[in-house]
Structures are given as structure tokens and as C-alpha cells.
């Protein structure tokens, strides 16, 4: 670097490129520049100014959330976090929010532009990173959730983390009891409900559909169990059974259940009702809330008492999946 207008763009630019093409001022000023040299970035616009004071965007980077939620990040003081809907939205759970929101430390000044800030205590075990940004863990981010979200839109976010395998009842749990008492807390009991029992649905679909049925007061399943035949070879891994009834769900997504599938899915059923069982199937229609033909089914059957004391005629080849 020659002169007070002879700039390196190399450092800053690396550095921007790492954070959505958002950098802070401190990072201008670490990687070598002067103060005079930033101004001069500033009036070329390489640099442009952001609702964050001492947050600059780089001409050219794409606005995008997730440069948003940088800016607050790099505004914010040190332990702040993406939190709450942007912290969901990073995990792809949401929609990201127009403004994000961010959580610092209870004793931290919050007064900083482009940004929704919450103060709160955040311990270790609920920090983490995804994808280079610090967030809280997925548990505490649905619990905080909870004090914003109106009940449909946390039910959805709760089915999605669950189904997808990212988080758990369990987890969940914790995490409200390490932050205490909240807002919106009875929405998030609802929310967790239909997984108190520890069901834990194999995709996003087979989450909604634990929720219709939990919504009907209807007997809870099992989910994701492997049936077996009488001589304990492998069937099928089912979506949901109800074993006193002797009654099995299956959800047909579109992704797994097409037309292809479908030689494979009747050789299935044949199967799973050779053993006994009964197999009813749900697809993207039963998910409609005018739909009601799924609850007609499974009630016809459900509402009446189990067909026999369970495990007396629990046939040998129904097994818990490994």
C-alpha cells in the first residue's frame, strides 16, 4: 500500500467474501487499511453503508438475508447470535423474517441498527455454529420461537425440525428448562404435544400427519417400526402402527411412493397383511383440513376397543426397528 488512495483490496475483500459480502469497520482497520483509506472506499461505493453503524457492505455482493444477518451480527457485541426466526430460517425450517433477529448477553448494550435484538442468557451447551454463523442450538431456537410465533406457524416449525430428524422432544425440553420461564409457553406445550410420548416421525409429512392425528383425540402410534414375518425376516419399516388394533398408517409421499414404486408398495401391503395387520395409506389429500376421509378410517377402528389384549396377540415378527 503506497499512498492514502493506494488500496489492497485483498484483505477486506477475503474477509467480506467469508461473511455474505458484509464486514465491519474493525475488520477494515485490522486488515491494514487506514481511516483515511476507508473514506475513500466509501465515497468510490466500493464500501456502502448499512443501518448498522461501522457495518459496510461491498458493492456488488448480492443483499441478501443472510448479509442482513450479518451486519447485525458484526454490529452487535461480542456472544451475540442469529436467534429466533433467522436462527430457524438459517436451517431452512422458515422463511427468513424481513429484519433479523439476533440475541446478546443480558448486560450488552442492544441499541444497533438492522436488527431485532433480545437480550437473554445463552449458556454453552445452547450456542453453536451452522455454516459459519454463531446460532443457537435448534432446542433453544424453537423455545424462543415460541414467543413469537402464532400457534400454526410453530406447529409447522416443530413438525419440520422433528421430521427431519434435526431435533427431539427431549431436546426441546431441556432447553426450555435451562431458559426458564418464557413467553408463549402454553403454545409451546401445545406445539410439543404429539411428540410427549417420544414419537419421532420419519419426515417432515409423517410429522403433519402425527398432528392431524393427535388434533382427532385419536389413540397415538408408534412411528418408524420395522414389521417382520414369522420366521423374522425383514417386511417393511411402517410409518406409524397402532399395535393393540393391530393397525398400520402408511404416509405416501410423492418422493417415495410414485409410480414406480407402486409394484413394490402393493408386495408390501400383501405382506404386511399376510401377518395380520390392517394397512390403511394417507396421502397429500388426507393433509387438507377439509379432508376427512383419513379420520373415517382410522376411527372406524380406533374408537372401538383394541381387538385383543396386547402382547397376547402380538404375532412374533413385529419388532421395535433396530
Not at 85 to 101: D, F, M, T, W
Not at 126 to 138: P, S
Not at 139 to 165: E, H, M, Q, W, Y
Amino acid at each position: 500500500m503506497t499512498g492514502a488512495h493506494d488500496v489492497d483490496d485483498d484483505g477486506f475483500l477475503t474477509i467480506a467474501e467469508s461473511q455474505a459480502g458484509a464486514v465491519a469497520n474493525r475488520q477494515l482497520r485490522s486488515s491494514g487499511l487506514t481511516a483515511e483509506q476507508v473514506k475513500v472506499l466509501l465515497r468510490r461505493r466500493v464500501l456502502r453503508r448499512t443501518p448498522a453503524r461501522g457495518v459496510y457492505r461491498i458493492a456488488g455482493a448480492e443483499r441478501t438475508p443472510r448479509q442482513d444477518l450479518w451486519v447485525a451480527l458484526l454490529a452487535g457485541p461480542e456472544g451475540a447470535l442469529a436467534s429466533h426466526l433467522s436462527a430457524a430460517a438459517l436451517r431452512g425450517l422458515l422463511a427468513a423474517p424481513a429484519v433479523p433477529h439476533v440475541t446478546v448477553p443480558r448486560w450488552a448494550n442492544g441499541k444497533f441498527g438492522g436488527a431485532i435484538v433480545h437480550h437473554a442468557q445463552v449458556n454453552g451447551v445452547d450456542r453453536g455454529t451452522y455454516e459459519g454463523i454463531d446460532v443457537t442450538a435448534l432446542g433453544r431456537t424453537i423455545v424462543d420461537c415460541a414467543a413469537i410465533l402464532g400457534p400454526k406457524a410453530l406447529n409447522s416449525l416443530v413438525d419440520a425440525a422433528f421430521g427431519k430428524g434435526l431435533c427431539s422432544y427431549g431436546k426441546v425440553m431441556d432447553a426450555w428448562e435451562r431458559a426458564g420461564r418464557v413467553r408463549g409457553g402454553a403454545l409451546l406445550e401445545a406445539a410439543l404435544a404429539p411428540y410427549s410420548a417420544g414419537a419421532e416421525p420419519g419426515s417432515v409429512k409423517a410429522a403433519h400427519v402425527l398432528r392431524r392425528i393427535w388434533d382427532w383425540g385419536l389413540p397415538m402410534p408408534l412411528c418408524e417400526k420395522e414389521i417382520r414375518d414369522a420366521h423374522g425376516g425383514f417386511i417393511a419399516k411402517v410409518d406409524f402402527i397402532w399395535e393393540p388394533w393391530w393397525l398400520i398408517l402408511e404416509y405416501d409421499g410423492d418422493e417415495f411412493h410414485g409410480p414406480r414404486r407402486w409394484g413394490i408398495d402393493d408386495r408390501t401391503q400383501a405382506a404386511i397383511e399376510e401377518v395380520g395387520y390392517r394397512l390403511e395409506r394417507a396421502d397429500r389429500f388426507d393433509l387438507r383440513p377439509s379432508s376427512t376421509r383419513l379420520y373415517d378410517r382410522l376411527s372406524s377402528v380406533l374408537l372401538d376397543p383394541p381387538t385383543g389384549p396386547w402382547p397376547v396377540r402380538r404375532p412374533p415378527e413385529a419388532t421395535s426397528a433396530a
